[in-house]
């Protein structure tokens, strides 16, 4: 598995991804208030040009992704059929050795197994909303320091 930054032609194949490990984490997370066609665009016209996108790569194929900007871990979606292989968990120590000021994130509160996996990586839960995002959906904001 090796992990490198998204390349340019890969807006297509990561939104797909996402798409599908969104889609396979509900009722975990509330589904996708985008249609398939706006989170492609989105991942094209926005995500790819102005994001620092890491993926892990297995010969070629895609099996997971990782949006950082700054201190904040903004997407990390893992292939469903590859969850619980310690990709995810490759890509968030990654994160850590870029960024050993410490990171952020959100994940929503019902997302228990996110939410467990964050923790298990040093992460400590510090705010949490009734649901001031798009999917007006409950969230935990979660940061990890250096030790």
Same mark, same amino acid.
């Not at 949006?67 to 904040?72: C, F, N, P, T």
């Not at 903004?74 to 050795?97: K, N």
């Given at each position: 598995?090796?992990?490198?930054?998204?390349?340019?032609? @890969?807006? %297509?194949?990561? $939104?797909?991804?996402? &798409?599908?490990?969104?889609?396979?984490?509900?009722?975990?997370?509330? #589904?996708?208030?985008?249609?398939?066609?706006?989170?492609?665009?989105?991942?094209?016209?926005?995500?790819?040009?102005?994001?620092?996108?890491?993926?892990?790569?297995? @010969?070629? %194929?895609?099996? $997971?992704?990782?949006? &950082?900007?700054?201190?904040?871990?903004?997407?990390?979606?893992?292939? #469903?059929?590859?969850?619980?292989?310690?990709?995810?968990?490759?890509?968030?120590?990654?994160?850590?050795?870029?960024?050993?000021?410490?990171?952020?994130?959100?994940?929503?509160?019902?997302?228990?197994?996110?939410?467990?996996?964050?923790?298990?990586?040093?992460?400590?839960?510090?705010?949490?909303?009734?649901?001031?995002?798009?999917?007006?959906?409950?969230?935990?904001?979660?940061?990890?320091?250096?030790?």
């Amino acid at each position: 598995m090796d992990i490198r930054r998204a390349l340019p032609t @890969e807006a %297509d194949s990561l $939104a797909t991804l996402w &798409l599908r490990s969104r889609a396979a984490s509900v009722p975990s997370i509330p #589904p996708a208030v985008h249609t398939d066609e706006e989170v492609r665009r989105w991942f094209k016209e926005v995500v790819l040009p102005s994001s620092e996108i890491w993926v892990a790569d297995s @010969e070629g %194929d895609v099996k $997971a992704l990782m949006v &950082l900007a700054h201190e904040w871990i903004e997407q990390l979606y893992v292939d #469903p059929v590859s969850t619980g292989c310690g990709i995810g968990g490759a890509l968030l120590e990654h994160a850590m050795r870029l960024r050993p000021a410490g990171l952020k994130l959100w994940t929503f509160q019902s997302n228990h197994g996110a939410r467990r996996f964050y923790e298990a990586h040093g992460f400590i839960a510090t705010v949490s909303t009734t649901g001031e995002n798009e999917e007006q959906a409950p969230d935990v904001c979660y940061e990890w320091r250096h030790p």
